[in-house]
């Protein structure tokens, strides 16, 4: 019997055909810490990076003075501004008050709507299989994700819709432990920074320092050789995503 077609399978997707991508980010500031250079060479090659915010934000309160403005409008403004200096141009906010996400189903119809509305061709998250994910915010939004991208293609699926179903081409995880696709971004490092510095009100100096060197250090382990800075995500076909034991492994 030829297994090519059944190992074909085992394959992470490729990402050529991306021209439309929705980041998700379960608060302002992990789509510039996961996968920001990622983010910042996708727009220069043209391809459509929309942001999607979660939770409002408003229990980072770190104890840096952010001036008058409420945290959740200081955090919007960020979220804005980082996006922006890496080419995004769309941003979508569920304002679901931080710290609170539990309902993995109901998110997932609600990402899952705006997936069909705006038309994406692939997706990201943080990766809610992240061995230490202490955060659950994180974990429910990478599932809702998930669950969303194996189901927007199903007719109705979410109840009550009038978008129209819709197949993904790559799901991408980002903040993960076992990548399987590596984008050299040491061209682009320096815009990373420069956008996660603009989260003021959560990243002091100290702080911006040491995520620059933990960085610049994991993106050298990446490539192997140094200099060469990698930033890697978890990419799966949606179908890898449901009764695929050996999605684990691609």
């Given at each position: 019997m030829d297994n090519s077609a059944i190992l074909s399978l085992f394959a992470p997707p490729s990402l050529d055909?991306?021209?439309?991508?929705?980041?998700?980010?379960?608060?302002?500031d992990d789509n510039e810490i996961g996968m920001g250079g990622i983010i910042s060479l996708l727009t220069k090659k043209g391809v459509q990076v929309?942001?999607?915010?979660?939770?409002?934000?408003?229990?980072?309160?770190?104890?840096?003075p952010y001036g008058?403005?409420?945290?959740?409008?200081?955090?919007?403004?960020?979220?804005?501004?980082?996006?922006?200096?890496?080419?995004?141009?769309?941003?979508?906010?569920?304002?679901i008050p931080d710290g609170t996400l539990s309902d993995v189903g109901e998110l997932s119809r609600r990402i899952a709507e705006l997936l069909r509305r705006e038309r994406y061709d692939a997706?990201?998250?943080?990766?809610?299989?992240?061995?230490?994910?202490?955060?659950?915010?994180?974990?429910v939004t990478g599932k809702a994700v998930a669950q969303a991208s194996i189901s927007?293609?199903?007719k109705k699926y979410p109840e009550n819709t009038d978008t129209e179903p819709l197949n993904l081409s790559a799901v991408l995880?980002?903040?993960?432990?076992?990548?399987?696709?590596?984008?050299?971004?040491?061209?682009?490092?320096?815009?990373k920074m420069g956008a996660v510095s603009l989260h003021a009100s959560q990243i002091s100096p100290e702080m911006l320092q040491l995520y620059g060197g933990y960085f610049?250090?994991?993106?050298?382990?990446?490539?192997?050789?140094?200099?060469?800075?990698?930033?890697?995500?978890?990419?799966?076909l949606p179908l890898h995503l449901h009764c695929i034991p050996e999605a684990e492994g691609i």
């Open positions: 055909g991306v021209k439309k991508i929705l980041c998700v980010q379960p608060h302002p929309d942001y999607l915010t979660v939770t409002d934000g408003s229990l980072g309160d770190t104890g840096i008058d403005e409420s945290l959740v409008d200081v955090r919007r403004r960020e979220t804005e501004m980082a996006g922006k200096a890496l080419g995004v141009t769309a941003f979508h906010y569920f304002s997706v990201a998250a943080p990766d809610p299989w992240n061995s230490y994910e202490a955060h659950n915010d994180h974990v927007c293609n199903l995880f980002y903040f993960t432990s076992k990548p399987n696709t590596f984008f050299d971004i040491t061209g682009e490092f320096q815009r610049m250090w994991r993106g050298e382990r990446m490539s192997g050789k140094e200099g060469v800075i990698m930033e890697g995500v978890k990419a799966l």
